[in-house]
């Protein structure tokens, strides 16, 4: 298996332009999580699927940022318009979901640069 | 809502010698706990975790760690360090009784091993 694959791998653009990053989980695996990691406030839970249906929402900084999962195989994550403090690393991960303790698996992460 | 914290940002250590990482929760329930290792410019990576029964867990690369209850810690070590381990480390947690799928991690403690 390819693992979570995640593009692009970096992105740099300017601030006001719309941002899509990709996501494809494991397949077969049931659960799919977005992370956001930065210096200041570590890694963080943006939001999270099951079956393509989102969960929780909770961790969404605010309304310039959306998700979806049209299907079992692939996730976006878009931020419009993007703004200097959406610098981060994103990160997906996806999980089986048949038991709490299940091992969440891990992309390699979109490095994004906002201008 | 359940809080992780990792006091170390940084360790640094010499080759061969010892390891102990802290991990120290706050829940009001019953909790999970996890360790992940993150390698520079990679995704994260599952080295143990604790579920039920035995306290001492094993992990990969050598690793273990023993869930405290009374003192609401989950210490990582390792007996001898290898130059391979330098990464950045994770606890996390996931509580049990609201079946919340998300995981709640640290702040990270960066190990750094001198030869």
């Known amino acids: 298996d390819a693992g979570v694959i995640q593009s692009p791998r970096h992105e740099v653009t300017e601030m006001g332009q719309e941002v899509t990053l990709r996501c494809k989980p494991i397949s077969g695996h049931d659960y799919l999580f977005w992370y956001r990691q930065t210096m200041m406030r570590g890694l963080e839970l943006l939001i999270y699927f099951n079956n393509n249906v989102p969960i929780d929402d909770s961790g969404m900084p605010e309304d310039r940022f959306s998700a979806k999962m049209p299907n079992a195989s692939f996730s976006t994550l878009k931020i419009q318009p993007s703004e200097p403090r959406d610098s981060a690393v994103y990160f997906c991960?996806?999980?089986?979901?048949?038991?709490?303790?299940?091992?969440?698996?891990f992309g390699p992460g979109t490095r994004l640069t906002v201008l | 809502a359940q809080s992780v914290t990792q006091l170390d940002s940084q360790v640094p250590v010499f080759e061969e010698a010892p390891v102990e990482l802290r991990c120290n929760y706050s829940s009001s329930v019953s909790v999970y706990l996890f360790w992940y290792v993150q390698y520079p410019n990679q995704g994260l990576q599952l080295l143990l975790k604790y579920t039920t029964g035995a306290t001492l867990v094993k992990g990969i690369n050598g690793f273990e760690a023993e869930f405290k209850k009374s003192e609401t810690s989950f210490h990582l070590t390792k007996p001898s360090a290898h130059m391979s381990d330098a990464a950045e480390y994770f606890c996390a947690v996931s509580e049990l009784d609201t079946g919340r799928r998300a995981l709640t991690f640290g702040s990270g403690t960066r190990l750094q091993v001198q030869p």
């Open positions: 991960a996806s999980s089986p979901g048949v038991y709490l303790e299940d091992e969440q698996f």
